[in-house]
């Protein structure tokens, strides 16, 4: 049986899914700041540093589907609460160890999977699942800019830490910020366990969630959005693991990568909720088309402008605009294409391959750094799959949105 959800329900889950994906993202994309410090004090080199990273890019994509399923099946909010707590005790870990395999296990494997299950597919499903279909693209756009904005507070609190206080204590004030997310979760509680239903022109309501998978694998649309997503990941995380780096070798401060990273997730705000709103209004593949193929132009303007602090600074605005803007279309095309009975589940898995890419993208740029000084053919082969991106998503079947009755 299908119930609506009151005004305040409605408010709730979104500011409370937003709040939990601010935390979250906010720890995670701002991992970055901690390998010049992390280096310097441990004597981990800088390629061991990005594989570890790496790593935890690909684990929290690959774990998204795994507690999407879980929760799809037995419930979000358990899910949750179990990420909050091994997310804490990956951060909680890592000034304990001093190697490149123990900073696989803790940031890259414990704190990783942690954060995938308070992520994107788990709260952007709740909201699919739960609002009424013309509620769900700007709630997924406002849940998304929780995201951003938690990059836009921890980046600069974070480089605080480590510039006041030192590194350790800065991973254990992120230590403490993912315990928030349990009683945020608990929340949640109060929008209920309501379904809405939604037509779906693939989806049936007895369908099972391995012949769902399978049905979604065999559509050309969906895979188009994976190579799409994998080229967002490679994009994200190579700025987020390497950015702090390449300013240095620029003769930067390191403030100017924190205020940097901050930009990106302030001005991604609004992106977000742009995307949301926009995605009512037009098809979402051509929103996802512009996003890769404005992000191309903002890295080729990057690569010819002179390195200075507030060209820098003009840089993250500009890319903060299409940073994570991905993620609103990219649910919301999942949702259309397949109905929201398993979209945590199909989401999470275009997901793994977002994180696929960022694996690569941590990874290649540590050792295009280490092997050549320089971060400059990383840089072409990010505008490359930009590019490619953006000419993917026009061959998506998306049906045509259907004119609204304006009201007498």
Not at 41 to 68: D, K
Not at 312 to 323: C, Q
Request: hydrophobic share 55%; proline share 4%.
């Amino acid at each position: 049986m299908t119930h609506s959800l009151s005004q305040r329900q409605i408010v709730v889950l979104t500011v409370t899914a937003a709040a939990i994906l601010m935390i979250t993202m906010g720890t995670r994309q701002t991992s970055g700041l901690f390998l010049l410090p992390i280096t310097q004090s441990t004597g981990v080199t800088i390629v061991a540093f990005s594989f570890a990273l790496a790593i935890g890019q690909f684990m929290f994509g690959l774990a998204q589907p795994i507690f999407a399923a879980i929760a799809d099946k037995y419930g979000a909010i358990k899910v949750i609460v179990a990420g909050g707590l091994m997310m804490a005790l990956g951060s909680f870990l890592t000034p304990y160890v001093s190697s490149g395999s123990g900073l696989l296990f803790t940031m890259g494997i414990l704190g990783a999977a942690g954060a995938a299950a308070g992520s994107f597919s788990i709260l952007i499903g709740i909201a699919a699942q739960r609002l009424p279909a013309e509620k769900r693209s700007f709630a997924s756009g406002f849940i998304n800019a929780g995201g951003s904005f938690g990059q836009l507070i921890f980046a600069p609190v974070v480089q605080a830490f480590i510039g006041f206080t030192g590194w350790v204590s800065a991973m254990f004030f992120t230590a403490a910020a993912a315990l928030l997310t349990i009683p945020l979760a608990l929340l949640l509680r109060q929008t209920g366990k309501t379904e809405v239903a939604v037509p779906s022109p693939v989806a049936v309501p007895h369908i099972g969630l391995g012949e769902q998978v399978r049905e979604a694998m065999r559509n050309p649309s969906y895979l188009y959005l994976h190579i799409g997503f994998f080229t967002c990941g490679f994009h994200v995380a190579f700025l987020v693991t390497h950015l702090p780096s390449e300013l240095e070798l620029c003769g930067l401060a390191p403030t100017v990568a924190a205020y940097s990273l901050s930009l990106i997730g302030g001005f991604n705000v609004a992106g977000s909720l742009i995307a949301g709103w926009l995605g009512q209004r037009y098809r979402m593949k051509y929103l996802l088309a512009w996003i890769y193929g404005s992000r191309a132009l903002i890295v080729m303007i990057y690569m010819v402008m002179p390195k200075t602090a507030l060209n820098v600074y003009l840089f993250a605005g500009a890319l903060g605009f299409t940073w994570l803007a991905t993620v609103p279309p990219t649910a919301g095309l999942v949702g259309k294409l397949f109905g929201t009975r398993y979209i945590a589940t199909l989401f999470g898995l275009t997901l793994v391959s977002h994180q696929v890419g960022g694996f690569l993208g941590a990874w290649l740029g540590g050792v295009a750094v280490a092997q050549t000084g320089s971060y400059e053919w990383i840089w072409y082969a990010d505008i490359a799959l930009a590019l490619m991106a953006a000419a993917i998503n026009f061959p998506i079947r998306e049906a045509r949105l259907q004119a609204q009755p304006q009201p007498a």
